[in-house]
Antibody, heavy 118, light 107 residues
Framework: QLQVQESGPRLVKPSETLALTCTVSGGSIDTNSYYWGWIRQPPGGGLEWIGNIYHTGSTYYNPSLKSRVTIAIDASKIQFSLRLTSVTATDTAVYYC??????????WGQGILVTVSS | EIVMTQSPATLSVSPGERATLSCRASQTVSRNLAWYQQKPGQAPRLLIYGSFTRATGIPARFSGSGSGTEFTLTISSLQSEDFAVYYCQQYNNWFRTFGQGTKVEIK
């Protein structure tokens, strides 16, 4: 059973960089047909797609975040990561790592609440 | 950007009744539409993909329909565990977008 799990700092200061890692277990990360992505949800708000990455390294980003986002993959560690620079309070959210497929996004991490505050 | 608009924002339904949720896309997404259920403090759960295919383990009371720009999620007979927020998401475009959600609450 494939599982994904987020990890990283839960508190980030304004203007600094948010960095999260997603660890994949129960399956391979370098499998065709799947994208590995990040989705966030501000407190009390809706879902916002951040971006995704294929095992080859090709990426797609939400245009509204593109200038600040980097998603990378480390197949040897079965991990992928999210970096979001120059954060502000509006970046406070629960961040989910996911596996995307043509059959929808069936695999979600439990989510990690990241608060941007000094 | 494909904008997804869900209606209504809140739906008040009695247990055992039928619930119909709508999702409209600003341009065609073919059948590349998924529905998710989210309960407080939990990650979203995939219910439907490809507009009408139930995900693994999803009860038959959940059904999806539609194509192009108009989609519907129907819950035939609401159970207590179905009261939650429901999101639609298009994945026809590389830039995936979600609707703002419909909260299904107990009437």
């Amino acid at each position: 059973q494939l599982q994904v799990q987020e990890s990283g700092p839960r508190l980030v200061k304004p203007s600094e960089t948010l960095a999260l890692t997603c660890t994949v277990s129960g399956g391979s990360i370098d499998t065709n047909s799947y994208y590995w992505g990040w989705i966030r949800q501000p407190p009390g708000g809706g879902l916002e797609w951040i971006g995704n990455i294929y095992h080859t390294g090709s990426t797609y980003y939400n245009p509204s975040l593109k200038s600040r986002v980097t998603i990378a993959i480390d197949a040897s560690k079965i991990q992928f990561s999210l970096r979001l620079t120059s954060v502000t309070a509006t970046d406070t959210a629960v961040y989910y790592c996911v596996r995307e497929a043509a059959a929808g996004t069936a695999h979600w991490g439990q989510g990690i609440l990241v608060t941007v505050s000094s | 950007e494909i904008v997804m608009t869900q209606s209504p924002a809140t739906l008040s339904v009695s247990p055992g009744e039928r619930a119909t949720l709508s999702c409209r896309a600003s341009q065609t997404v073919s059948r590349n539409l998924a529905w998710y259920q989210q309960k407080p403090g939990q990650a979203p759960r995939l219910l439907i993909y490809g507009s009408f295919t139930r995900a693994t383990g999803i009860p038959a009371r959940f059904s999806g329909s539609g194509s192009g720009t108009e989609f519907t999620l129907t819950i035939s007979s609401l159970q207590s565990e179905d009261f939650a927020v429901y999101y639609c998401q298009q994945y026809n475009n590389w830039f995936r977008t979600f609707g703002q959600g419909t909260k299904v609450e107990i009437k």
